[in-house]
T-cell receptor, first 111, second 117 residues
Framework: QKEVEQDPGPLSVPEGAIVSLNCTYS??????FMWYRQYSRKGPELLMY????GNKEDGRFTAQVDKSSKYISLFIRDSQPSDSATYLC???????????FGPGTSLSVIP | GAGVSQSPSNKVTEKGKDVELRCDPI?????LYWYRQSLGQGLEFLIY????????KSGLPSDRFSAERTGGSVSTLTIQRTQQEDSAVYLC???????????????FGPGTRLLVL
């Protein structure tokens, strides 16, 4: 079993839809959770990060962590074609640890 | 300011040849990371540097892979006697430091797409 699992998609939604992207993980020691966005032929860029459980909102994006279920989510409201990209979840146990990435979910927002 | 740059952007080589991939991190970033990204596999950690030292080489898949960093800046990833399974995108990232809050913000370069024929 991989440490971090993510549905690879592809996920295709109409413009304006609410998108839910999810990751599950197996190691309860993970404390820091990130979401990276990767456009085609580009490197990933950090979108959001949260520490421990709870929600964090930034504009149209909301990150949610449920440590009891070992489940994290990224919600995108009012999705735009420019949101079309691969979304990678990432996590680490301590700030001294290496980051473990999920395989990524490919998202297409159709105008 | 300038981001992380990598060269070459694409590399096609024959099986058995050696290749060198270069990474120029953001100026002032002390931590530098190498990852490999294969289709559907996500980012696979290879090695990280803090300054010129490599405290964690655990991700290097075999002794054909090596990396160095000089002057606390440029890093080179070398793959000797390349195999077809080495074909992937090799990504470099840097962060201000390896520990603390800043460690979570890694800035990635565009990657080098390696194809071994």
């Amino acid at each position: 079993q991989k440490e971090v699992e993510q549905d690879p998609g592809p996920l295709s939604v109409p413009e304006g839809a609410i998108v839910s992207l999810n990751c599950t993980y197996s190691n309860s020691a993970f404390q820091y959770f990130m979401w990276y966005r990767q456009y085609s032929r580009k490197g990933p860029e950090l979108l959001m990060y949260t520490y421990s459980s709870g929600n964090k909102e930034d504009g149209r994006f909301t990150a949610q962590v449920d440590k009891s279920s070992k489940y994290i989510s990224l919600f995108i409201r009012d999705s735009q074609p420019s949101d079309s990209a691969t979304y990678l979840c990432a996590m680490l146990k301590t700030s001294y640890d290496k980051v473990i990435f999920g395989p990524g979910t490919s998202l297409s927002v159709i105008p | 300011g300038a981001g992380v740059s990598q060269s070459p952007s694409n590399k096609v080589t024959e099986k058995g040849k050696d290749v060198e991939l270069r990474c120029d991190p953001i100026s002032g970033h002390t931590a530098l990371y190498w990852y490999r990204q294969s289709l559907g596999q996500g980012l696979e950690f290879l090695i990280y540097f803090q300054g010129n030292s490599a405290p964690d080489k655990s991700g290097l898949p075999s002794d054909r892979f090596s990396a160095e960093r000089t002057g606390g800046s440029v890093s080179t990833l070398t793959i000797q006697r390349t195999q077809q399974e080495d074909s992937a995108v090799y990504l470099c990232a840097s962060s201000l430091t390896q520990t603390g809050e800043m460690a979570k913000t890694q800035y990635f370069g565009p990657g080098t797409r390696l194809l071994v024929l």
